[in-house]
């Protein structure tokens, strides 16, 4: 059942006058969202009762992931719906802007970057093919920090995504649970949101959980006017869910961010083993009804969590509950930087999770006793041990674990087994996997770039694409079309505009909308290597400069993109590329040729305008490092070439829209490998012409760091190294050339604008593969062993 026009009216006055006590006309944009939410919410809600009902006996998939990238939810809502242009309608007659509603809601910013918008890229595919998926997580009350910039420092501050309430969700307290530990309880009440699939047909939930104090007021304490400790229990207790960790490199503060990964798993299980045993009273088929991803290892302790509730709670024995485990469990690798490989001291663990930390202990010992009969040597046995010189190695636990290992591309995995994890590999060969990543176009065209894809609808005669991306194949008999091709630059050139006018009003710079749109947008990493381009523009800028002449097409390099605030190196980059924006932006000598903007707290929101209107996608870390990467795929399916390296997902988009529709330079994972001990980064430094130049820059007064000393530890980290690291780890000064070279064939292939749009047309035509539902379908079949039901 759908309201009509007048109901809906009806009905948004109704919430007007009850939420905010004024008609719908006076009130505020923040306001009339949220009373626009709340009128489609009355909708949704039956529906979304009646799709979970429909799995009620079926065997679902459970997502268990710290972190939900989700962007906003009103438009994509909508368009999942059908409800779009009824409800542009309705605000058409009240004289109100669409997108000034749309840009009043809070981007739910709950994750860092790739690895969670990859968990909401899912969420949305499944529900669109009708899968049961579940998510679950925390419902942080601060997410990923808002950033902004003073003097070209990153300054973090928080982002109160919950002030005005979030419409979206609804409050769960009669499935709220205790989670213990040593150091008191505390609740766990959980928050759920509605995952419309595409079409409306399945609504599955993510369900987050928010952290409470058992007793969060002490009477006692307050009659004694002790008004802190009154309150000590709750602030303690919430602490848990109130900020998402910043951090996705290193671990600080852990003894929180472990009571987070605890708090969530703990609280996720009880909800699914309850559930289970108010169906079936045993636990025994628990396996055959979920299946459960581990996104990354930070939810890893479920496994030792699942054998204590099993073993302890339910005295089941050790082997029968293990093989449970195992069968429930899988497990996705996300990256194979070392430092990102998760570690815990066994001093946390038993001090706060004593009785978990005794399962993983058992764990362990079952690990080396099959080892050992499986004839493997003491010596050999060492590399396994999941619980080695005091620390706690969550991905070995995780592999132990699961019945299922997978990488995110298929060069990540095949490093995987061949180096990082080969020992496991050859123990378990079963058990790895590749799933390369993907991304839903449900966001990332339909709603990002309305124009192109009302264009390729009207080209394929359907919006079958919207739901089968490899429709986009189809497309391809029109590469040598002179009329698409046209069409496609046009509504390029207005994405290009939107944009122009999009940067005027929020970082204050004109650009040139006719110039090339260079976008380099991700987490500020040495590995994603923002230096190398960084480098590359102040070559050119003294190029410029040296020959005024020189033949280059009109540019905008345009970077977005944080650092983890205890990054220095990284912030020190931000610093850095602000400081190369000054000086040729000021310089009124290069006018028009160059310009470079750094665009201000890049998230989701801000990501769907600048995919859609770039002309060329920066993708150039260290061969070997990006585990796939998703915003290289964002690019393509928008029609953007790519300049990079042979890394991650790279190689795929190579594979199916082919080098020559690309700008591929650099090491591949194989010179790397070899070069690793001979590399001297001097060598480079001192012959590359120009190099030296822009190097020095660090250090020569060029450029001004404010007195931290943070450009010559750029430049030692280079040209030095430590005793941590060796000098120019990330290869910069190896790879400059060659990416100087692939930016000056950029630079000559957009000369020609039909040769140009038709590199566009090919990798927006090959991008179908790149959709998260192909990815979601390989879970479901080969992992989750999951069925979508039609019903
Ligand atoms: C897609 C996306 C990412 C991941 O980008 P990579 O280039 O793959 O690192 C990070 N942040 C946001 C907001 C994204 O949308």
Not at 170 to 191: E, H, M, R, S, T
Not at 340 to 351: C, I, N, T
Not at 429 to 455: D, H, M, S, V, Y
């Amino acid at each position: 059942m759908e309201y009509g026009k007048e109901k809906r009216k009806e009905r948004l006055e109704a919430y007007s006058l009850t939420t905010f006590g004024e008609n719908f006309i006076h009130l505020t944009k923040k306001e009339q969202y949220i009373a626009l939410t709340q009128m489609i919410m009355e909708e949704i809600v039956p529906k979304w009762k009646e799709s979970l009902n429909k799995y009620s006996d079926k065997k679902k998939a459970y997502y268990f992931s710290a972190e939900y990238l989700m962007g906003r939810a009103f438009s994509n809502n909508l368009i999942n719906m059908g409800y779009q242009s009824e409800i542009k309608e309705i605000l058409k007659e009240y004289e109100i802007n669409y997108n000034q509603i749309e840009e009043a809601e809070e981007d739910a910013g709950l994750g860092n970057g790739g690895l969670g918008r990859l968990a909401a890229c899912f969420l949305d595919s499944a529900a669109t093919l009708n899968y049961p998926l579940m998510g679950y997580g925390v419902r942080y009350q601060y997410g990923i920090f808002k950033q902004i910039f003073e003097d070209g420092f990153q300054v973090e501050k928080e982002d109160d995504w919950l002030k005005l309430g979030d419409p979206w969700s609804i409050k769960k307290l009669k499935d709220q649970v205790k989670v213990n530990f040593a150091d008191g309880d505390v609740l766990a009440v959980p928050y759920d949101t509605p995952i419309i699939g595409y079409g409306g047909k399945t609504i599955n939930t993510l369900r987050l959980w928010e952290a409470h104090a058992i007793h969060p007021f002490d009477f006692r304490e307050f009659n004694e006017q002790n008004y802190d400790l009154a309150i000590k229990e709750k602030n303690k207790a919430e602490m848990i869910s109130k900020v998402l960790y910043p951090n996705d490199t290193k671990d600080e503060g852990k003894i929180l961010r472990l009571k987070q990964q605890y708090f969530f798993v703990s609280a996720s299980l009880q909800d699914l083993v309850k559930k289970h045993l108010e169906r079936y009273d045993t636990l025994e088929n628990f396996h055959q009804f979920h299946s459960i991803q581990l996104n990354d290892t930070h939810p890893t302790v479920a496994i030792p969590e699942m054998m204590r509730i099993f073993t302890k709670e339910y005295k089941m024995d050790w082997e029968k509950s293990w093989n449970i485990v195992v069968n429930t469990f899988a497990y996705t690798n996300h990256t194979i930087m070392q430092e990102a490989l998760e570690q815990w001291p066994v001093r946390l663990y038993q001090a706060l999770l004593p009785e978990v930390y005794e399962m993983i202990e058992q764990i362990n010992k079952t690990l080396i006793k099959d080892l050992q009969q499986r004839g493997i040597s003491y010596e050999k046995i060492k590399h396994y041990k999941i619980i080695e010189n005091d620390s706690i190695k969550m991905a070995y636990l995780a592999i132990y674990g699961t019945h299922s290992t997978n990488g995110v591309a298929k060069v990540h995995t095949d490093i995987l087994k061949k180096r990082e994890l080969h020992f496991w590999y050859k123990l378990y060969p079963e058990r790895f996997q590749n799933k390369t990543n993907g991304i839903t176009q449900r966001r990332w065209l339909l709603k990002a770039n309305p124009e192109l894809a009302e264009f390729i609808t009207e080209l394929l005669g359907s919006k079958l694409w919207i739901t089968e991306l490899n429709q986009l194949k189809k497309l391809e008999v029109y590469q040598e079309d002179k009329e698409v091709l046209k069409k496609f630059l046009k509504i390029k050139q207005k994405k290009k505009n939107q944009l122009a006018q999009y940067i005027k009003k929020q970082e204050g710079i004109e650009i040139n909308p006719y110039s090339i749109f260079d976008i380099q947008i991700k987490r500020f990493h040495e590995y994603k290597r923002q230096l190398l381009n960084a480098f590359h523009i102040l070559d050119l800028y003294y190029r410029i400069k040296q020959n005024p002449d020189l033949d280059i097409y009109n540019r905008t390099f345009i970077f977005g993109g944080k650092a983890a605030p205890g990054y220095q190196r990284a912030k020190g980059i931000i610093k850095y590329i602000h400081e190369i924006k000054n000086l040729i932006n000021n310089d009124k000598e290069i006018q028009g040729k160059i310009k470079v903007v750094f665009i201000t707290n890049y998230g989701v929101s801000y990501g769907e305008k600048l995919f859609s209107s770039a002309d060329i996608s920066e993708q150039i870390s260290t061969a070997g490092k990006e585990a796939s990467g998703t915003g290289n795929m964002k690019f393509m399916l928008n029609g953007t070439p790519t300049i990079g390296t042979l890394d991650g997902a790279n190689i795929e988009i190579i594979e199916q829209a082919g080098q020559e529709n690309n700008f591929i330079f650099g090491l591949q994972v194989e010179d790397i490998e070899r070069m690793n001990l001979t590399y001297d980064p001097r060598e480079y430094y001192e012959k590359v012409e120009g190099l030296k130049r822009v190097v020095d820059s660090l250090v020569d007064g060029t450029f001004n760091d404010g007195g931290t000393g943070i450009f010559k530890e750029l430049y030692d980290s280079i040209l030095k190294g430590t005793s941590w690291h060796r000098a120019d780890e990330y290869y910069l000064l190896k790879d400059f050339e060659s990416y100087r070279m692939a930016q000056k064939k950029v630079n000559d292939a957009y000369k020609n604008c039909q040769n140009w749009a038709k590199k566009c047309w090919i990798n927006l035509s090959n991008a179908g593969n790149f959709s998260s539902d192909r990815t979601i379908e390989e879970y479901a079949e080969e992992i989750w062993r999951i069925k979508n039901y039609i019903f």
